[in-house]
């Protein structure tokens, strides 16, 4: 009796996907082909999305090709049902799939989502929403708002939406409560992440986990813009003082975000959100089955 088909989901907005424009199908169905498995292939844009997830999500396994917002809706979709996700890395930067280590090479890809084993990992959730990646307020929230007014390619818009957002640059205050703690920070920049992120040389902007259970929290210390710009330079090569760069540097299962007024807006995985506050942000421990390769060690 031949297999079902395999549900494959792709947004074709994503990074690399949008590139391969009309030849997209038949390069991803030539991948699955490479790998012995036929597939039920959808194509669509960021506005069908969430209906082809809800057709699928109840499959053993669904495969979906897209950057981190695409991922992260897939795993809030995929982790409600018990199912188990496979990815294709066709968004802009891939950060989720670059931290599991899903080949970049399409048909590499599609052999794992297709033989390949998953894991359980953690997720983030603020007020019911998942984050697979990080969750930011204040400075990156103007950032992504500047880059998605461009008409340039976003990682060229990224550029021009940095020194924007350095122009207009304002501390805010945040009332936190960190796992029943309550604590004032005064920051540009607050950054919350799934899993701890590493600051260290060599390690910027990766996680040693996915499993750990708990999130990671900095906020910018309240700095000069040219001090920023400096501190933010000595970050990106992993060198940042830490008692000096950054107000806040905790680990936590919860953190409560009030005293802004009714509302706040974020980057959820990269994608601005608006929340009402009180906001609630907790990690979901082990709440993902994703294929991946094997850990090493």
């Known amino acids: 009796m031949p297999a079902t088909p395999l549900p494959v989901i792709v947004n074709v907005a994503g990074g690399s996907a949008s590139r391969a424009g009309k030849g997209l199908r038949e390069q991803i169905e030539g991948a ?54 496979a990815v294709l890395p066709l968004g802009t930067r891939n ?20 033989g390949g084993e998953a894991r359980h990992v953690d997720l983030g959730q603020a007020d019911g929403r998942v984050f697979i990646n990080n969750l930011s307020a204040g400075a990156y929230v103007d950032l992504v708002r500047d880059r998605e007014a461009s008409r340039l390619p976003k ?40 899993n701890r992120y590493e600051v260290e040389e060599g390690r910027a902007g990766e ?15 309240p700095l000069s813009r040219m001090a920023l710009a400096a501190a933010a330079l000595r970050t990106l090569v992993a060198r940042p003082r830490m008692h000096r760069d950054f107000a806040l540097d905790r680990t936590a299962r919860e953190v409560r975000i009030d005293g802004l007024g009714a509302s706040l807006e974020v980057a959820l995985d990269g994608e601005r959100a608006r929340f009402d506050l009180p906001l609630t942000v907790r990690i979901l421990p082990r709440a993902l089955a994703v294929v991946s390769p094997p850990e090493s060690g």
């Open 207 to 221: 996680r040693a986990s996915l499993d750990d259970g708990l999130l990671s929290l900095y906020a910018v210390a």
């Open 32 to 85: 699955f082909a490479v790998a012995g498995r036929t597939i039920a292939l959808e194509l669509v844009d960021g506005e069908g999305l969430g209906a082809a997830l809800e057709r699928n999500a109840g499959a053993r396994r669904v495969v979906v090709g897209g950057g981190d917002g695409t991922l992260a809706s897939a795993a809030e979709a995929v982790s409600a049902k018990g199912g188990e996700l």
């Open 155 to 194: 990682l060229l818009a990224t550029v021009p939406a940095m020194w924007s957002t350095l122009r207009k640059l304002r501390s805010r205050s945040f009332e936190l409560t960190i796992d029943g703690e309550p604590t004032h920070v005064r920051s540009p920049l607050l950054f919350i992440g799934n």
């Open 95 to 114: 950060h989720f799939s670059g931290q599991l280590g899903i080949p970049a090479d399409l048909e590499a890809a599609a052999k794992l989502a297709v």
